[in-house]
């Protein structure tokens, strides 16, 4: 579960509309998963979590659905508002200990 | 509850120079720090587990000589970045946990380091 050095990829919403963020990670036995929002000059906040026993779990405007069979996951934001423009990171957990490692992380504006 | 402090938040030094910087938890006991780089417009890249009382363990292709890790304290750990080079400008970004597999990660703010 290691960072892809690649140049972030971007999204753009209209505010209001829902956003989906998407993440593909690397260890199939990971068992545990951060959404982080990072805004610039700062380090990550904790958005929400999921175990891989778990398909899918709801916070306040946030969803985080597991797809344990393609290793991929998504964050999707409802109603998107401008204080959400960040970048947005999912890692996952070594098995093995308590590292996390990141994703290549989305770089979401919001239009108002 | 649960913050984490970075200084300095920005430092610029010459080539050459040897740069500390500190992570501290504020109001809890960080059994293990860990400690990442960033690129701009990249992700954060796992450097280092440190847990406290004993040697950090990297990950791999991070030259231990060169990212000198102390975490002699329950609430601070330090990255010494040795005889910095132009290469070694990033941001680097702490996090600390109480430690245990089901104890969250808690972020400083990071620390924008560049060399000249």
């Known amino acids: 579960g290691e960072s892809v050095g690649l140049h972030l990829p971007t999204l753009s919403v209209q505010e209001g509309d829902n956003s989906i963020i998407n993440c593909a990670y690397s260890n199939s036995a990971s068992d545990y998963f951060i959404w982080y929002k990072q805004e610039s000059g700062k380090g990550p906040q904790f958005i929400i979590d999921i175990r891989s026993n778990m398909d899918k779990r709801q916070g306040q405007r946030v969803t985080v659905l597991l797809n344990k069979t393609v290793k991929h996951l998504s964050l999707q934001i409802a109603a998107t508002q401008p204080g959400d423009s960040a970048v947005y990171f999912c890692?996952?957990?070594?098995?093995?200990?308590?590292?996390?490692?990141f994703g290549t992380g989305t770089s979401l504006t919001v239009i108002p | 509850g649960a913050v984490v402090s970075q200084h300095p938040s920005w430092v610029i030094c010459k080539s050459g120079t040897s740069v500390k910087i500190e992570c501290r938890s504020l109001?809890?006991?960080?059994?293990?720090m860990f400690w990442y780089r960033q690129f701009p417009k990249q992700s954060l890249m796992l450097m280092a587990t440190?847990?406290?009382?004993?040697?950090?363990?990297?990950e791999q292709g991070v030259e231990k000589d060169k990212f000198l890790i102390n975490h002699a304290s329950l609430t601070l750990s330090t990255l010494t970045v040795t005889s910095a080079h132009p290469e070694d400008s990033s941001f680097y970004i702490c996090s600390a946990s109480r430690g245990g597999p089901k104890q969250p990660q808690h972020f400083g703010d990071g620390t924008r380091l560049s060399i000249l």
């Open positions: 890692a996952e957990r070594s098995p093995t200990g308590n590292q996390f490692y």
């Open positions: 440190s847990n406290e009382g004993s040697k950090a363990t990297y």
């Open positions: 109001d809890f006991q960080a059994t293990t």
